[in-house]
């Protein structure tokens, strides 16, 4: 006789018997001949949940012989393999939870009608005992992985905010904010701030695929490769090459890191990005919104990989957000995912660092509902850039007056005019200043409007004033759709218009740089953006 | 209409035509002062005074704009002269050396 035992879920039964042949091994040496079972020996066989043996079990009146037994069963030709000749369902609450195998008769001769009996009655009083056991170590079980799991996230948690910065670096002119929500999971998002050797500060925003504890070891791996990296690279791009060839002999199967990794310049506002497969970090200009669009292969994934950088200045006024995609990839109860538009609209309003990442957090939750729980880890970091600096160039002590947009509608350089005049009106330039600072304002927005918005209602331009104690420095920047403005034209030469040699236009630029007293034309590639800087002393000190 | 909007009255006085303009002179003031020249060239006089006392605003188009009428009087053999400019604009014509070829009021001092 031999014992009967379930494991839950998939519909198994075992007899156990050692050493344990394999049914194919039984079938090639014994054929169909039932094999002897040696006394108290056991044999395991697995009946698949597909095998029609089951059904026929399930709703068997009471033990069955496996020698009568007509079905095309793999099931039946292995217990017969294994020398069973009689099966008793077992069956609690209508449901089969196991079977009692039984070999052939010590006596050789056939089970009776009495044995049939008893062992339909003891099948009866043992199947809710064995059902009840079976529930006991199920629920056992079921603890125990909660427990390791459990465990398991406090490690995970453990290593993770092991890694985050404990403290925000303090930059003059900067603000900066930074939130890490683990999902209860625990995914693999990392944020890091370092100073690197060349000053700057190199700025890191990650995610590891995967979850848990492994997904916080290999963060954690990244994290500080990162740092020894950037403690004598300076290049984005480089510091992620290198990171890259670094974790890729020791990546997990299937596990992967995106990252991207910017370098600010505090003073001036230059930033550089490499990115290896992570979001695109958005900048908030003037109302405007753009991502830094650089791409390559996220780390650790294949060895010698490039990865390209891109440049872009923040302007004053102007946030950063570099984020990992437990923001966008949040579902609502419908599954519908919060994605990039909702993240554009939320990005919209004026709000800045903590406020601004709190505008995100509320707009995201708003969307999930209450009830959610957050399916990944979710990490934001804004930077923001305050009015006052408006380039390199500008000394410090710079206060900004103002910023504005503008359409990019022909006639609006009157309006940016105006709008500076009032402005710098509190600053009691002379009016000869004032009138030459006018007209500066009014051509270099004009030919902005012209050659940079090609007079598109939709393509604005900025327009910031700052003063610091000597000058007004009035930056106007335009989206450079003609390119950037032609200032090798020609010089305008009066004797030749009058002639009619020259065509009677062309005296913007040539305005500009005699009456300001330096105008500086810089262009951003990454950003597709020129800027022209145009300095007025407050006092007359030298004439343009 | 506006101050802003820019106009321009032929008037004939003794000796000489006067346009007398008002608002901003910019690349929308072009056919108002296309057609207001071609009212001066139906005049007698050789004389042209333009009269800049009412326009506050005057960028490098409406330059432009003065540099193509100066031409079209040289050709005509009219001699121009403006006045009413104000100090920043007597500047501006001074820079672009408009001034050397018209006679400017307040310049001679």
Known sequence: MTETTDTTGAFRRFLRRSPTPSPAATATTAADVPAPIDQGASIAVDIPDSDPLLAYLQSAPGPVDVARLELDSPAVKALREAGVALVVPLVSQGELIGTLNLGPRLSEQEYSTDDRRLLTTLAAQAAPAIRVAQLVREQAAEAAERERLANELRVATLIQQQFLPRELPHLPEWQIAAFYGPARAVGGDFYDFVELSDGRIGIAVGDVTDKGVPAALVMARTHSILRAEASRLTSPGEILARANDLLVPEMPARMF????????????????????????????????????????????????????????????????????????????????????????????????????????????????????????????????????????????????????????????????????????????????????????????????IEYGSEGRDDVPIDVDVAVTATDVVVRITDRALSGAIPTDAEVPDIERKLAGEQKPRGWGLFLIDHIGDAMDVSTDEAAGTQTVTLRMAREETHHG | MDDRTFGAQVDSIPDEVRVRMHGDLDARADDTLQAAYREVATQGSHRLTLDFGEVGYINSTGIALVVRLLADARRDGRGVRAVGLTPHYREIFRITRLSDFMDIEGDAA
């Not at chain 1, 001036?268 to 970090?281: E, Q, S, Y």
């Not at chain 1, 919104?289 to 650089?294: D, H, N, Y």
């Not at chain 1, 105006?418 to 330039?429: S, Y």
Request: with cysteine; net charge negative.
């Open chain 1, 257 to 448: 890191v995106t990252c991207l990794f910017a370098v600010l310049d505090p003073p001036t506002g230059r930033i550089v990005i490499a990115n290896a497969g992570h979001n695109l970090p958005f900048v908030r200009s003037g109302g405007e919104l753009r991502e830094l669009r650089a791409t390559g292969m996220p780390l650790g994934l294949m060895p010698a990989m490039r990865y390209e950088e891109v440049e872009g200045t923040i302007d004053a006024g102007s946030n950063v957000l570099l984020y990992s995609d437990g923001l966008v990839e949040a579902h609502d109860k419908a599954r519908e995912m919060f994605g990039m538009d909702r993240l554009r609209d939320a990005l919209g309003g004026d709000e800045a660092g903590s406020e601004l990442l709190d505008r995100l957090l509320d707009t995201l939750r708003a969307f999930t509902g209450p009830e959610h729980e957050q399916e990944d880890d979710i990490t934001l970091v804004t930077l923001r850039r305050s009015h006052g600096v408006a380039e390199a160039a500008v000394t410090a002590g710079s206060t900004a007056l103002t910023s504005f947009s503008l359409p990019g509608t022909p006639g609006n350089e009157r309006e940016a005019m105006d709008r500076v005049a009032a402005a710098v009106a509190d600053l009691g330039l002379a009016p000869d200043r004032l009138e030459r600072l006018k007209t500066a304002v009014s051509e270099t927005a004009m030919n902005a």
